[in-house]
């Protein structure tokens, strides 16, 4: 996706605005049946005023058994003003669920929101304030603990309170060497590569133009297209029955490796970009023909917030079952540990997706049979992610964000309650220019060498006719 100065104007206006409704941590599939609960275990969770447009009030269930919330009420400080949730509407044990209010009332400068039961007269919760968010007033900690204003909206995950709550840590030097260098000939691929993906000697790219690229070493410590099997060129990628052009922004691989299929990410079809589609699309890459037709689609579009069509999928990572139970990850459809068992046949992991336009991180158990769960949503603490990275060595989970915030890279480990949290912020190399940044990828252990492995970056605007650069990080 070419960023030009229009693109990035609308892109950072659309994250000024809240992704409404933010459906959040309850799964729409695999999810217990919900039954009455003590109205005391749902709470205000956070509040987004913007005061203007898309005003926000996130509840949060702090019990331990799912709450039907069909029919309550949210109110601001005004009685005749009154936002009625939708039937059907369920909130997990430890799930967050946020409501975009801004079409029936706006959240003033001095007001309150209010919770209510469905009679309209029962008030379960509310919190009043006298000053805007900025951007956000947040309960710390969630569900329990008093509001403060954070510097991170966190609207359908843990709230920003700190170190370890989603993203307030301070920016620290690149963990690694501060020079880069080019990775690739001159103008090979042009603009628009994005998502990147190591597997030993060859790197996945994805192309936005509906193209997936096999790459191979060129003996310089770079990459260059495979000139075998039809890969020279990239391959066109098709959604299945073979029609549409996918908008590819991300690509992983299971534990099975490219025999196990290339997973890719997209965010809308290129032959109707006005549209959001949200999906993972599954490719046989064993092939020698120039194209790639999709032999499964998880068309998640109805499941997340709405967002603009070129603001969606931007990058995809996927994490072992064995690693997410080892680490004692906690399942937000049921607010239990996670449990593979549960899902039946699937790619034995959850694979994560980034979202551009809200910097959300969404975990997807994506069932062999086409159907899908959501077990984990929360957010990168940036205002966009264009990469996310399982990176097994350190067992953490990398977001990369583009020029739009400097070429920052957040990392989020797994922490005691079970959710993903910041470990560490860091700035890009000292010696990178602030690129366009869409893509980002590390070596295994296998390439670690004095304490240092390769890195490497896609800059989807193609700056100075390069589109790979290759840097070190620490192992």
């Not at 994490?319 to 004692?328: N, Q, V, W, Y």
């Not at 937000?332 to 980034?354: E, L």
Request: with cysteine; proline share 3%.
């Amino acid at each position: 996706m070419t960023a030009s100065p229009a693109r990035r104007r609308r892109r950072a206006l659309s994250r000024l605005l809240v992704a409404a409704p933010l459906l959040a941590a309850g799964a729409l599939t695999g999810a217990p049946a919900a039954h009455a609960a003590a109205a005391d275990d749902v709470r205000v969770n956070e509040v987004v005023t913007t005061g203007d447009v898309d005003d926000s009030i996130e509840l949060y269930n702090k019990g331990t058994a799912t709450v039907d919330i069909s029919g309550w009420i949210l109110k601001d400080d005004d009685n005749s003003h009154s936002y009625k949730i939708s039937s059907g509407t369920t909130l997990a044990p430890g799930g967050f669920r946020a409501f975009d209010v801004s079409g029936t009332f706006g959240l003033g400068l001095d007001d309150e929101a209010r919770l209510y039961l469905a009679d309209g007269k029962t008030l379960v919760d509310s919190f009043a304030w006298s000053n805007h968010s900025d951007p956000s007033w947040s309960r710390c900690a969630d569900g329990t603990g008093s509001f403060k204003q954070v510097a991170t909206v966190t609207l359908g995950g843990a709230n920003s309170c700190g170190t370890g709550g989603g993203g307030s840590t301070a920016p620290v030097a690149w963990p690694g060497g501060s020079s880069v260098a080019t990775a690739d000939g001159s103008n090979v691929f042009g603009q628009d590569l994005s998502g990147l993906y190591q597997e030993g000697d060859v790197l996945w790219g994805a192309q936005n133009s509906g193209k997936l690229w096999r790459l191979v070493r060129d003996g310089s410590g770079g990459w260059k297209p495979d000139t075998a099997n039809g890969w020279s060129a990239g391959k066109t990628l098709r959604f299945t029955g073979g029609s549409g052009s996918p908008d590819s922004e991300g690509v992983t691989l299971t534990g099975a490796g490219s025999a196990g299929g290339a997973f890719v990410a997209s965010e809308r079809n290129g032959d109707a970009s006005g549209t959001s589609r949200l999906s993972v699309l599954k490719y046989d890459v064993s092939g020698t023909g120039s194209s790639l037709t999709a032999a499964r689609e998880w068309q998640l579009t109805s499941d997340l917030p709405s967002t603009g069509s070129n603001l969606g999928f931007e990058g995809i990572t996927w994490i072992p079952d064995t690693a997410l139970t080892g680490s004692g990850f906690k399942d937000a459809s049921t607010g239990a540990a996670y449990d593979p068992a549960r899902y039946g046949s699937h790619s034995g992991g959850v694979f994560f997706v980034g979202v551009e336009g809200t910097g959300m991180i969404y975990g997807y158990v994506l069932a062999d049979s086409g159907t899908y769960t959501r077990v984990a949503s929360f957010s990168s603490g940036m205002p966009g992610v264009m990469e996310v990275q399982w990176e097994a060595q350190a067992s953490r989970l990398w977001a990369v964000c583009d020029d739009t915030c400097d070429g920052r890279h957040r990392t989020l480990k797994i922490n005691a309650s079970g959710a993903f949290a910041t470990t560490a912020v860091y700035n890009r190399p000292s010696g990178m220019p602030n690129y366009n940044n869409e893509g980002f990828s590390l070596a295994g252990t296998d390439e670690c060498v004095a304490g240092s492995k390769p890195v490497y970056w896609s800059d989807d605007t193609n700056d100075g006719g390069h589109a790979l650069r290759r840097g070190t990080i620490t192992c």
